[in-house]
C-alpha cells in the first residue's frame, strides 16, 4: 500500500539559510499535517491543510510558511533557520480532516542547522 | 488544554514478560486515541487506533484499551520480545481540533534477552 513520501530524508543547512521539506500524501487524502520533534522531544503540531487550505495552526513560528497544491503534496518553507530549528520534521496525511480519522505519518525529514 | 501523560518513561524487562505501558489524557472529549512505535531516530509506526466509542483494540500481541471518564488508556504487550524494544507513544484527537494530535512524551521500552 502507498506510504506518505517525504523529501528529502535528511537535510544540512547553515544558521539563516532557508530550506523546504516537501510532504506528499497517501492518494485520496486531502488532509496534511506537519509536526516537528526535537531531540529527546515528543511530536509538536505545526500547521494542517484540508483542501488545499490552511486548517489548524499549532506552534508554528513565523519564519515558517507552508501551504498545499493542487494535487494535494504541501511543502514546509523555513527561513532564517536557527540552531533550535534542528530536528525530525513529520508530515501525516488523512482520508479527512479531523473527526476521528487516524493519521498515516511518513518517514520525517531531518533536518541540521548548523 | 489537554495534557498526554505517559508513564513509567522508561522500562526494562527480561524477554517473555507481559508488560503493561500507561497514557492518561485530562480531557475527556477526545476523537481517538493511537498508540504510535519509534524506533531512535526513525518515524512513527502506527499501532493501534482506538476511537471514543470503543474500548479495546487488538493486533496480534497487542491490546489496547480506553477508558474515556477515567482519562486512562493501557498498552499490553504480551509476550515480550527484544525486537519490541523501542519508544512508544500515545496521541489523543481532541474533541475541540481540527484533527491535530497531542502526543504524550514516550515510555522507552528496552527489552532485555
Known amino acids: 500500500a502507498a506510504g506518505v513520501i517525504q523529501s528529502p530524508r535528511h537535510l544540512i543547512k547553515e544558521k539563516r539559510e532557508t530550506a523546504t521539506l516537501k510532504c506528499y500524501p497517501i492518494?485520496?487524502?486531502?488532509?496534511v499535517y506537519w509536526y516537528q520533534q526535537g531531540p529527546g522531544q515528543d511530536p509538536q503540531f505545526l500547521i494542517s491543510?484540508?483542501?488545499?487550505?490552511?486548517?489548524d495552526k499549532g506552534s508554528i513560528p513565523d519564519r515558517f510558511s507552508a501551504q498545499q497544491f493542487s494535487d494535494y503534496h504541501s511543502e514546509l518553507n523555513m527561513s532564517s533557520l536557527e540552531l533550535g530549528d534542528s530536528a525530525l520534521y513529520f508530515c501525516?496525511?488523512?482520508?479527512?480532516?479531523?473527526?476521528?480519522?487516524?493519521?498515516?505519518f511518513g518517514p520525517g525529514t531531518r533536518l541540521t542547522v548548523l | 488544554k489537554q495534557e498526554v501523560t505517559q508513564i513509567p518513561a522508561a522500562l526494562s524487562v527480561p524477554e517473555g514478560e507481559n508488560l503493561v505501558l500507561n497514557c492518561s489524557f485530562t480531557?475527556?472529549?477526545?476523537?481517538?486515541l493511537q498508540w504510535f512505535r519509534q524506533d531512535p531516530g526513525k518515524g512513527l509506526t502506527s499501532l493501534l487506533l482506538?476511537?471514543?466509542?470503543?474500548r479495546e483494540q487488538t493486533s496480534g500481541r497487542l491490546n489496547a484499551s480506553l477508558d474515556k471518564s477515567s482519562g486512562r488508556s493501557t498498552l499490553y504487550i504480551a509476550a515480550s520480545q527484544p525486537g519490541d524494544s523501542a519508544t512508544y507513544l500515545c496521541?489523543?484527537?481532541?474533541?475541540?481540533?481540527?484533527?491535530?494530535?497531542?502526543f504524550g512524551k514516550g515510555t522507552k521500552l528496552s527489552v532485555k534477552p
Open positions: 491543510f484540508y483542501e488545499k487550505m490552511q486548517s
Open positions: 482506538i476511537q471514543s466509542s470503543q
Open positions: 496521541a489523543i484527537e481532541g474533541g475541540g481540533s481540527q484533527g491535530n494530535l497531542i
Open positions: 492518494p485520496r487524502h486531502d488532509t
Open positions: 480531557d475527556s472529549a477526545i476523537y481517538n
Open positions: 501525516a496525511s488523512s482520508p479527512r480532516r479531523g473527526g476521528g480519522h487516524e493519521q498515516f
